[in-house]
């Protein structure tokens, strides 16, 4: 079947489903397939289920409603892509090593105050969740804000063929997936990718003006907005962070203005002055600006400030790698608090360079002081340190249980698969 006839099934049944357990009536059942699932399995399933119509890319039960497509991942891509091609209006790609989730909420936040926006959910942002959300998008939306993750070279590139952005934005190139994209300079190679296709395609980039690199890495491209804390068409600093963070953008607006964030930590500047930047660039008038950043609350563990009986702690247990690991920490130590405690899990996808890595870590705790220091899991276990480590959460749950802390301030962060979540949950 063809993608325009595919299209026009699409039309009747604008939602498309790859997992049974969230299905509902009326919607498409895509199967695709993985190391270890293989989703053609379920698509008569799906039909008894109520699904529309299954797409397969094997034989299974002869049925009308069972349709077969050469390969079943290329061909939602395709989809998406064609979907994409029905709208002329802004897309606006995020990516980056850290802070990516975290800016796109905050830039679709902004947007959405002004305009029908259509965004990423949660951060479906790989290559199944990329097309995904293209596939959400419905006529009359006026902007869309895709985020982009990757984990290796060429993959922002595959992004951006079905996503076709004419913006774009690379929050920063820090320490993240090391292994896959060999090395820093690999890192910015394959985020660059994003600015390669905007270079191409005239193209707009919205950079943070404080990072020499997003400069080098947009040479060629004729159309720039530029915002960081001493350059740019938008300026801000930070006031305090002690611990939500307060901004002051000193250009951009009418006036100088101040932002009461619900962020934790000042490494949250430049993805506040994104959402600035982007609102003034799209036009929205200031005081929308102002009231959707102060009123984003975080949450799925990034940097989210919780209490705890007395105790209060900042659970950014979403990710970590040694760039956002660095800032977090040394973020904490300029709070003005006693009874800190770090509670810190492995780092992951680092590959040769983990163990130096992890060291590294373990040096900067060194040049503070703490309260106490629980090391979790990962490669913290293959490195000499004088700290309490713990070979999981499960395991660093039961002591912090067993402490009893009264007026404590901790930090808890690591990598997704160490879930540090769980030392706080009851």
Known sequence: MQITELYQLYLQHPSIQTD????QPGDIYWALKGPNFNGNLFAEKALEMGAAYAIVDEPVAANE??????EGLSTLQALAKHHREQFQIPFIAITGSNGKTTTKELVATVLAS???TATTEGNLNNHIGVPLTLLKIKQGTEIAVIEMGANHQQEIAGYCVYTEPTHGIITNCGKAHLEGFGGVEGIRKGKGELFDYLRAHDGTVLRYADYDYLQEMSQGIEKTFDYGQTSGHVQGQVISSEPFLKVNITKGF??????????????NLPNVLCAVAIGIYCKVPQEKIVAAIENYAPSNSRSQLMQLGSNQ????????NPSSMKLAIENFARLSVSGKVLMLGGMMELGAESVAEHEAIAALIGQYDWDKVVLVGGDFSKIKHPYLYFSDSLAAKEWFLSQDFKNAYLLV????SMQMEKIIQP
């Open 254 to 267: 009418a006036t100088p203005t101040t932002i009461h964030t619900q962020l934790v930590g000042d490494y």
């Open 114 to 116: 002004h305009f029908i």
């Open 65 to 70: 409603r069972i349709i077969v497509v050469e």
């Open 413 to 416: 962060k690591g990598s997704r």
């Open 313 to 320: 702690i900042i659970l950014d247990a979403y990710n970590a």
């Open 20 to 23: 049974t357990r969230k299905l």
